[in-house]
């Protein structure tokens, strides 16, 4: 049971939190000109390299999260990555149907707004409690890996 408490457990909460990301990053890959058209709705310029960028973390961060290598950085980009995405591109405020009936733009937006935020929470979760460190400790050592990471 200490095995499954200390390695399973853990790990399937890892792989349920970014399982998303990778996906999203071959989804950017195959419908390339959506990806861009999205990239370009905010006031950032130079959409395709914020699309490669994007992929980059989508890609990167879980395995490193997943693996418990370097974890607490790449929790803290991926939040910081699905913060900043929520802001600029699932603006639910712009849209003016939040209240209509039957399908709507801004609910479509809010609900995915909700959820980057959501997902956002639970990588800080990771970096503060996933190791089951105080946080001082996580603050003082930022790049190290959690402690799953150094079990045999």
């Not at 310029?45 to 790449?74: K, N, R, S, V, Y």
Request: glycine share 6%; with cysteine.
């Amino acid at each position: 049971m200490q095995w499954l408490d200390l390695h399973l457990l853990p790990l399937l909460a890892r792989i349920l939190l970014v399982c998303m990301f990778p996906f999203s990053g071959i989804d950017k890959i195959l419908h390339w000109k959506a990806g861009i058209k999205q990239a370009s709705s905010s006031f950032l310029p130079c959409a395709p390299c914020l699309l490669l960028m994007g992929m980059a973390i989508e890609f990167l961060t879980p395995l490193a999260i997943i693996l418990a290598w370097h974890d607490h950085i790449a929790a803290f980009i991926l939040a910081g990555y699905c913060a900043v995405t929520a802001i600029l591109y699932h603006n639910f405020w712009a849209f003016p149907d939040f209240w209509a009936q039957g399908d709507s733009v801004a609910r479509s937006h809010f609900w995915d707004f909700t959820k980057n935020f959501c997902l956002a929470g639970g990588l800080l979760l990771l970096i503060i409690a996933g190791s089951f460190l105080p946080l001082s400790q996580v603050l003082a050592h930022p790049l190290a890996s959690a402690p799953i990471a150094a079990l045999p």
